[in-house]
């Protein structure tokens, strides 16, 4: 019985030493990233690059929430266009969460409601635009004398997704943000990030979307005109294959060396 018992228990720890060499192996082979593809500007020597910004300003489109200040000489007569901007935008946090502010809304129809001057059409002018248009207006119709206008977003998001830290919605206050900050913003790309191959979705005119894919191991992007973010921006950082493949091994291989090892422990029981 005793001879009996010392082979089989022979055979068992051999298969689980197997077993265990197994998942060594598994575990070495599904965790290997390549240090190229997780690394930022791979082999990128010092150099300078031209940032172009003449097409950085977001036109604007229907449900942003704008920031409308009107000054003149005139304080007292300034005042009553002032009303909707009693609140002012609160400080903002990569949680994805925002305050309710006050402000004028770009209607489903692209139009904002503005004191004396009534429906104005918004949505498909850069900032500028409709700025100069509410000067003349306010103007022409001598409502103010010499009406000075400024324009912000209340809203200017962008959402950061897929092999981040923090995935998020973030609203940015000063209206500008790099695609790097963004990332940074969200706790940077995960190591099984595809740095390769990062797609960002721009809606430039209303109703089309464009895709974007950026290498972010390479330079290009410091040329490019996607380098800063406009409102409503999402940038979607895709998994790497050492993720895919990790994941489909660990799905297919855990249980069952799980598996094989608690029949290995529940023989050698047995036999006790």
């Known amino acids: 019985m005793n001879t009996n018992f010392m082979n089989i228990l022979s055979k068992t720890s051999i298969s689980f030493k197997q077993l265990v ?7 070495c082979t599904t965790s290997c990233v390549n240090l190229k593809k997780s690394t930022y500007f791979y082999e990128t020597q010092d150099t300078k690059f031209m940032t ?8 604007l489109e229907k449900n942003d929430l704008l920031s409308i200040t009107v000054s003149s000489i005139n304080p007292e007569a300034a005042e009553i266009f002032n009303m909707t901007n009693n609140n002012d935008a609160r400080s903002s946090t990569v949680s994805g969460t925002t305050a309710q502010v006050a402000g004028y809304l770009i209607d489903t129809d692209g139009n904002i409601s503005f004191p004396v001057l009534g429906k104005i059409k918004a949505a498909g002018k850069s900032k ?5 248009e509410i000067e003349s207006e306010l103007s022409t119709r001598k409502l103010l004398i010499e009406p000075i206008v400024a324009i912000r977003y209340l809203n200017f998001k962008v959402s950061v997704l897929g092999e981040v830290k ?9 209206e500008k943000i790099s695609l790097l900050e963004a990332l940074g913003l969200a706790g940077d790309i995960t190591v099984y990030g595809n740095r390769e191959d990062v797609v960002l ?3 430039e005119d209303t109703g089309v979307k464009t895709l974007i894919r950026i ?3 390479t330079t290009e992007i410091f040329d490019s005109p996607y380098y800063y973010l406009k409102s409503n921006d999402i940038v979607y950082v895709q998994a790497n294959k050492a993720r895919v493949a990790s994941s489909s091994a660990a799905t297919q291989w855990i249980p069952l060396v799980i598996s094989a090892l608690s029949l290995a422990v529940i023989s050698i029981a047995s036999f006790r």
């Open 21 to 27: 060499i197994m998942a060594i192996v598994l575990v």
């Open 166 to 174: 923090n995935p998020s919605v973030v609203v940015i206050p000063d």
């Open 52 to 59: 172009d910004v003449r097409n950085l300003e977001s036109v």
């Open 128 to 132: 500028k635009e409709l700025r100069d």
């Open 201 to 203: 979705i721009r809606e």
């Open 215 to 217: 290498d972010l191991t």
